[in-house]
């Protein structure tokens, strides 16, 4: 390519908040076969909210969230800050936890007045030797509509679930499709569960799921869709997603998203809408098919 050609590719892109950095990107950007696509934050919003509280045993479902709200208060998950968020709501007080600890991709431990609770997955809790077999149907349930089922656990004793949901974004469906007319396969990557992962999936058109993806494994499956052959994008906004964004050929950072996938990001969309991804790499096919 020569150097004229990818100045013009790089001006108007920054035109449209696609900002490029450096000649390298905008060249193999046109020949991206897969994408992956980050769930939460990149796909949805990344706003969560809390749509179900589902009580079980002797506490009340008041007692539920003030019990699991004041667990998540030390909490930087966006899980743990809308739970925060739907006590502050509907003004239930927080209790000051005793102790506090975050176990990623699995939820979070903590005292809170005495008694021992755990909130997140099924993992969390079958990492404790918990087995919520009589909430089994409703997670299931949660999940089939795209919810995020987080179960408790107070003093060894599963004690509810709260579904949390977070919207899809207004464009993603459209720019999935348009990855689609490309020619592209479009992948969805989340720490979440499979179920939930699934339902949103379906929502928007994804090809393919990897669901319950620990934080430190995202970039070893990028890693392991580079090796089934072709040229692999990874779109991710989160702090988790920054290695994986720098394993990927084409990294693509969220505009709106922490500052590490910024700088790990080889593109990124300042305008933080997922159009722009089916952009950038038309706008690289049409720089590379100019200079031939
Ligand atoms: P992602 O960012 O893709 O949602 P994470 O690895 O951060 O993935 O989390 C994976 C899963 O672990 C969440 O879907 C949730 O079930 C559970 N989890 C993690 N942190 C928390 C938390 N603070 N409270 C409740 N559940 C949590
Ligand atoms: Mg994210």
Do not use: C, W
């Not at 950072?253 to 593109?267: K, L």
């Amino acid at each position: 390519a020569t150097p004229t050609a990818i100045m013009v590719g790089t001006g108007k892109g920054a035109e449209y908040g696609i900002l490029i950095k450096g000649g390298e990107a905008l060249e193999i950007t046109h020949k991206v076969g897969t994408v992956i696509l980050d769930k939460t934050g990149t796909i949805t919003e990344g706003n969560p909210e809390v749509t179900d509280v589902i009580a079980t045993g002797d506490v009340s479902e008041e007692q539920l969230i003030q019990i699991i709200a004041s667990a998540e208060k030390g909490s930087e998950h966006p899980l743990g800050e809308a739970l925060v968020r739907y006590a502050d709501k509907n003004s239930i007080m927080l209790l000051k936890p005793e102790s506090f600890e975050a176990i990623p991709g699995h939820g979070i431990r903590a005292v809170i007045d005495g008694r021992h609770v755990l909130v997140g997955n099924r993992m969390l809790l079958s990492d404790a030797g918990i087995n919520p077999d009589h909430l089994e149907a409703e997670a299931s349930r949660l999940a089939d509509e795209g919810k995020t089922p987080v179960f408790a656990v107070v003093d060894e004793k599963a004690a509810g679930i709260i579904a949390i949901a977070d919207v899809v974004k207004k464009d993603s469906k459209e720019a999935i499709s348009r990855l689609h007319q490309l020619g592209i396969m479009v992948v969805m990557i989340t720490g979440d569960n499979q179920k939930t992962a699934e339902a949103v999936a379906r929502e928007v058109g994804i090809d393919r799921v990897l669901a319950e993806v620990l934080p430190q494994d995202k970039a070893e499956e990028v890693k392991k869709l580079q090796k089934e052959g072709g040229i692999v994008a990874m779109v991710g906004d989160g702090i988790n997603d920054a290695p994986a964004l720098a394993q990927a050929d084409v990294g693509i950072a969220i505009g709106s998203g922490t500052d590490v996938a910024i700088e790990s990001a080889d593109i990124v969309l300042m305008r933080s809408n997922l159009m722009d991804v089916p952009s950038a790499i038309e706008l690289s096919k049409s720089t590379i098919r100019n200079i031939r």
